[in-house]
């Protein structure tokens, strides 16, 4: 167990709205990343952080904004969601820098109608 | 451009028998790979990696293989037991730099049949 959690774990939004999940770790891990999971398209990185204010984009970054303001807590908003950003959030962690080994929270199942 | 491939996207085996998920890159500069499992309703949990410099890494009933000439590696369950039954993924680490950043394939699920 890598001490995350995630918030909220489901949610239904309407296109247009702004979304916020959260992730929070307990083991004062520097590196924290936010994933979503598709069908087809396996996990797709959306940012990543390397410390308190330092983050920086993934593979799948439009659309999404990210901030972490302290080392336990990394946040994604999604400005104004689109039906497109229905999906399976994941938030991961290393436990050592630059080690590739990460571990994953337990999921936000994220419906915009 | 899918640098990590998994094209089969899913097996049924026996229980008892060897399950063999398959995955291939296209980075000739990869040199970690890394296989999670997922179950329904949980996130991936890490199973097992391989570096480059090794061609085989064992642990228990899982080893993971990797032929760099052919940039392909393949994950071997035996024997393969109903609560292997899941979604696995392989992944490597993609971008410059020391920032852990992965690359994760489409994943196979994978059925163990009691």
């Known amino acids: 167990d890598a001490g995350i959690t995630q918030s909220p774990r489901h949610k239904v939004t309407e296109t247009g709205t702004p979304v916020t999940l959260r992730c929070h770790q307990t083991e004062n891990h520097r590196y924290m990343y936010w994933y979503r999971q598709d069908p087809g398209h396996g996990l797709r990185l959306i940012h990543y952080s390397y410390g308190v204010k330092d983050t920086d984009k993934g593979e799948v970054s439009d659309g999404y904004s990210v901030s972490r303001s302290k080392t336990e807590d990394f946040l994604l908003t999604l400005e104004s969601a689109t039906s497109s950003q229905t999906s399976v959030y994941f938030c991961?962690?290393?436990?050592?820098?630059?080690?590739?080994?990460?571990?994953f929270g337990p999921g936000t199942r994220l419906t915009v109608t | 451009d899918q640098q990590v491939k998994q094209n089969s996207p899913s097996l049924s085996v026996q229980e008892g028998r060897i399950s063999i998920l398959n995955c291939d890159y296209t980075n000739s500069m990869f040199d970690y790979f890394l296989w999670y499992k997922k179950y329904p309703a949980e996130g991936p949990t890490f199973l097992i990696s391989i570096s480059s410099i090794k061609d085989k890494n064992e642990d228990g009933r899982f080893t993971v293989f990797l032929n760099k000439s052919a940039k392909h590696l393949s994950l071997h369950i035996v024997p393969s037991q109903p609560g292997d039954s899941a979604v696995y993924f392989c992944a490597a680490p993609g971008g410059f730099g020391n920032t852990g950043k992965l690359i994760f394939g489409q994943g196979t699920t994978l059925q163990v049949k009691p």
């Open positions: 991961a962690i290393s436990r050592t820098s630059g080690l590739h080994e990460q571990y």
